[in-house]
């Protein structure tokens, strides 16, 4: 019984579902993508019937995205567009609604691969902007900083930018731990 309920409670809460408009340049399967954004969506305490879509896109794709709701020009390496409120979210999961069937759309996640493989390559990625390290690993940073986004997390002021930095390092770690558990 213990094994069945701790199987449940880590499958329980949001959910989030990868399509993948630009395809290749990074080796991390959807399924890895999927589970990484609903940790860090149920870490920041979203709704545990809430779904996330996060699209992988080149920079064209973003582009025009950054250009129409930000009012910005270029390319940027993620965006998020909330759906919900996040001051609609349960304060912890432990306050969660249990029960529910039907998923509600919390919002989208956008990453530019394009970005993503060049950030990487030329040593400005990470939360510092100044890390090289794989694609894979930018895409799973700009995953978790998009899914914070969505609940309501913020990089604004240093304060904020330390809180939202030190959570998606937990999360992150968290996701490793959790891979090599599972062996992959």
């Known amino acids: 019984r213990g094994a069945r309920s701790t199987r449940m409670s880590r499958d329980a809460g949001p959910r989030?579902?990868?399509?993948?408009?630009?395809?290749?340049?990074?080796?991390?399967?959807?399924?890895?993508?999927?589970a990484l954004v609903a940790r860090a969506l149920?870490?920041?305490?979203?709704?545990?019937?809430?779904?996330?879509?996060?699209?992988?896109?080149?920079?064209?794709?973003?582009?025009?995205l950054n250009a129409t709701h930000m009012g910005k020009r270029?390319?940027?390496?993620?965006?998020?567009?909330?759906?919900?409120?996040p001051r609609e979210f349960p304060v912890r999961a432990s306050a969660r609604q249990r029960g529910v069937a039907a998923q509600v759309p919390i919002g989208d996640i956008v990453i530019s691969v394009d970005r993503a493989i060049e950030q990487a390559r030329d040593g400005r990625g990470g939360t510092d902007g100044a890390t090289k390290h794989s694609v894979a690993d930018e895409v799973r940073l700009l995953a978790v900083h998009g899914a914070l986004h969505l609940c309501g997390w913020d990089h604004d002021t240093p304060a904020s930018q330390a809180a939202m930095w030190r959570e998606q390092t937990l999360i992150l770690r968290a996701h490793t731990a959790a891979m090599k558990r599972s062996g992959r």
């Open 16 to 34: 989030a579902r990868v399509t993948r408009q630009r395809r290749g340049g990074v080796s991390i399967t959807s399924t890895e993508l999927s």
């Open 42 to 64: 149920r870490r920041a305490g979203a709704p545990a019937n809430g779904e996330a879509v996060l699209t992988l896109v080149d920079d064209a794709t973003i582009a025009k």
């Open 74 to 85: 270029g390319p940027t390496d993620v965006l998020s567009f909330p759906l919900i409120d």
